[in-house]
Every structure is written in structure tokens, then in C-alpha cells.
């Protein structure tokens, strides 16, 4: 099994910035895909961020140029540098890993609990 923990979410003002972090960790072969995901109230989880083994990455259009997801593949771990923030970035953001737990080609989604982020004056 994978555990995913995030941190770094909280409040902040219209133009600041934040940091989210995400470490997985437990039993597993390899890890493929991990990104961002954000939920807010009343609407569907979108993605915001995803990062592969490549390093190729792919934006939700509406953080590009504000948002940077990097990656560290030795400790795999997740980071987004969010600027620029905006009252409609608040969610709750969500770490997403797949990842091959089993001596078998499959990959399987994991989820972190999230964490909360709201930009307000």
C-alpha cells in the first residue's frame, strides 16, 4: 500500500504564494504518475498539476504560469509552488500517486486526505 501526506495548505491573501508538499511512502515497486488535484465545495475534483517519470508535466489552464509541480524522484516526493493566487483556488488539494504495488504491469490511484488551502482578503 501507498500512504500519500500533504502539507503546506493554509490561508493567504489575493497575489500570495504557498507551497504544497506531498511524501509517499509504504510498500511499493514503483511509482508512474503523481500530481495535484483540487475539490471545492459544491464542484468535481479537477486536476491541477501532474508530473510523470519523464518529468513531463501537464497544467490545468487555469494555473499556468502561476503553478510549477516538481518532483523529487529519489525521496518521491511532490511539490507545488503555487503564486499568484486567486479567491477561486480555494479547495481542498489532493496528492494523487500511481503506483505498482504488486509483481505485475498495474498501476493503482492513491490519494493523500488533502489539504486545505483558501485565498481571501
Known amino acids: 500500500q501507498v500512504q500519500l501526506v500533504e502539507s503546506g495548505g493554509g490561508l493567504v491573501q489575493p497575489g500570495g504564494s504557498l507551497r504544497l508538499s506531498c511524501t509517499a511512502s509504504?510498500?511499493?515497486?514503483?511509482?508512474?504518475?503523481m500530481g495535484w488535484y483540487r475539490q471545492a465545495p459544491g464542484k468535481q475534483r479537477e486536476l491541477v498539476a501532474k508530473i510523470n517519470r519523464g518529468r513531463n508535466t501537464n497544467y490545468a489552464d487555469s494555473v499556468k504560469g502561476r503553478f510549477t509541480i516538481s518532483r523529487d524522484y529519489t525521496k518521491n516526493i511532490i511539490y507545488l509552488q503555487m503564486n499568484n493566487l486567486q479567491p477561486e483556488d480555494t479547495a481542498v488539494y489532493l496528492c494523487?500517486?500511481?503506483?505498482?504495488?504488486?509483481?505485475?504491469?498495474?498501476?493503482?490511484?492513491?490519494w493523500g486526505q488533502g489539504t486545505q488551502v483558501t485565498v481571501s482578503s
Open positions: 509504504g510498500s511499493y515497486f514503483s511509482i508512474a504518475d
Open positions: 494523487n500517486a500511481e503506483a505498482q504495488t504488486r509483481p505485475m504491469p498495474q498501476y493503482d490511484d492513491y
